[in-house]
T-cell receptor, first 109, second 115 residues
Framework: DAKTTQPTSMDCAEGRAANLPCNHSTISGNEYVYWYRQIHSQGPQYIIHGLKNNETNEMASLIITEDRKSSTLILPHATLRDTAVYYCIVRVYGQNFVFGPGTRLSVLP | DTGVSQNPRHKITKRGQNVTFRCDPISEHNRLYWYRQTLGQGPEFLTYFQNEAQLEKSRLLSDRFSAERPKGSFSTLEIQRTEQGDSAMYLC?????????????FGPGTRLTVL
């Protein structure tokens, strides 16, 4: 079973920041937080991952709370092409990914 | 394009027929994974290979399913005596092994429809 809880769906206006929350209250010390997204009819795409510190790359920022029980993925300027299902996954290195149903993000014009 | 490729992209078959899918991973990746995804759900792990060795199989992988990776490069997933419940997207992913957290890179998937 997935170890994370995410909202089923969210809307975001084009050009605004999209903030996608994820709860992982049972996360253990050696588990990383990963985010993937899946655009319709494509395979999942890696976005970002982190352990304790906040992370940023060209796609997004990942904010992890100090107690690591939750995190937020931030898409700073959402575009229509960011419409997708976003998956938050916690995983120990070497283990397989366990995907939940994710959050369906709709970016609206 | 040096990403993960899967063939065919779509397969329609009649119940009871056998089907085989192929996955070509990123060339330097020695780990290869198979997932199944049904409508509205996230991908579910089926099995994975380290080089040619099949190291883990999910209980979802019934006796009708078999996966191979004969030379540690491409992999095939065969479903025998297909059932309507096998209709799904079958995804392949690859990753390097070694140190680091090793994100998996997914292919576009093969969509199977069993009539």
């Amino acid at each position: 079973d997935a170890k994370t809880t995410q909202p089923t769906s969210m809307d975001c206006a084009e050009g605004r920041a999209a903030n996608l929350p994820c709860n992982h209250s049972t996360i253990s010390g050696n588990e990383y937080v990963y985010w993937y997204r899946q655009i319709h009819s494509q395979g999942p795409q890696y976005i970002i991952h982190g352990l304790k510190n906040n992370e940023t790359n060209e796609m997004a920022s990942l904010i992890i709370t100090e107690d690591r029980k939750s995190s937020t993925l931030i898409l700073p300027h959402a575009t229509l092409r960011d419409t997708a299902v976003y998956y938050c996954i916690v995983r120990v290195y070497g283990q397989n990914f366990v995907f939940g149903p994710g959050t369906r993000l709709s970016v609206l014009p | 394009d040096t990403g993960v490729s899967q063939n065919p992209r779509h397969k329609i078959t009649k119940r009871g027929q056998n089907v085989t899918f192929r996955c070509d991973p990123i060339s330097e990746h020695n780990r290869l994974y198979w997932y199944r995804q049904t409508l509205g759900q996230g991908p579910e792990f089926l099995t994975y290979f380290q080089n040619e060795a099949q190291l883990e199989k999910s209980r979802l992988l019934s006796d009708r399913f078999s996966a191979e990776r004969p030379k540690g490069s491409f992999s095939t997933l065969e479903i025998q005596r297909t059932e309507q419940g096998d209709s799904a997207m079958y995804l392949c992913a690859s990753s390097p092994s070694g140190s680091g957290v090793n994100e998996q890179f997914f292919g576009p998937g093969t969509r199977l429809t069993v009539l």
